[in-house]
């Protein structure tokens, strides 16, 4: 089955700086690559997503990277806000969801 | 208001002791699936139904039971065969097509 790695656990930013997060998978079947963010206590929810076909995608402040040869996704938060304390689970889909052990970020006024 | 529906959000059980979850959707999602989540940890599969009638165990089926007898429903049961039962338990449902899930707002069970 699939086995999706999350790097790294936790990661603290200054607001305003950057944050990437980086995820491997082992199952090239794998086609849909989607990004949730959860709050404490709250259900994961849908940043972000990338298909297989496509390479990049952005929306706003955050964007996600894939590399289908070397079987890796990245996230990437710019001017990174306090709203965007939270943890970040990446996750990979060939018939079911995988998720990564996710990222906790943290993000220091 | 409609989606993913938990209930209930937070329940007590004794050791011994069966107790099932409810999950329904009005989201017409062929797929529905079942998580475990453990403080400070990601989301492990436990079980999930892709049509009607079937369903597949994932990861950490052992100690866990589902039905899907209609498709807005899909019930866990948490049996006393489940060792360490305390958990965050989240249900999701997808179109199957696209892979995207919707989550319901989860179920905290705490084993007294």
């Known amino acids: 089955g699939e086995n999706v790695e999350q790097h790294p656990s936790t990661l603290s930013v200054q607001e305003g700086d950057s944050a990437v997060i980086k995820c491997t998978y082992s199952?090239?079947?794998?086609?849909?690559f989607p990004w949730y963010k959860q709050e404490l206590g709250k259900r994961p929810q849908l940043i972000i997503d990338i298909r297989s076909n496509v390479g990049e995608k952005k929306d706003q402040r955050i964007a996600v990277t894939l590399n289908k040869t070397a079987k890796h996704f990245s996230l990437h938060i710019t001017e990174t806000q306090p709203e965007d304390s939270a943890v970040y689970f990446c996750?990979?889909?060939?018939?079911?969801?995988?998720f990564g052990a996710g990222t906790t970020v943290t993000v220091r006024a | 208001d409609g989606g993913i529906t938990q209930s209930p959000k937070y329940l007590f059980r004794k050791e011994g002791q069966n107790v099932t979850l409810s999950c329904e959707q009005n989201l017409n999602h062929d797929a529905m699936y079942w998580y475990r989540q453990d403080p400070g940890q990601g989301l492990r599969l436990i079980y999930y139904s892709q049509i009607v009638n079937d369903f597949q165990k994932g990861d950490i089926a052992e100690g866990y039971s589902v039905s899907r007898e209609k498709k807005e429903s899909f019930p866990l049961t948490v049996t006393s065969a489940q060792k360490n039962p305390t958990a965050f338990y989240l249900c999701?449902?997808?179109?199957?097509?696209?892979?995207?899930?919707?989550f319901g707002e989860g179920s905290r069970l705490t084993v007294l």
């Open positions: 199952d090239s079947a794998s086609n849909y």
């Open positions: 996750a990979a889909y060939d018939y079911k969801l995988s």
């Open positions: 999701a449902g997808s179109s199957g097509r696209t892979g995207e899930l919707f």
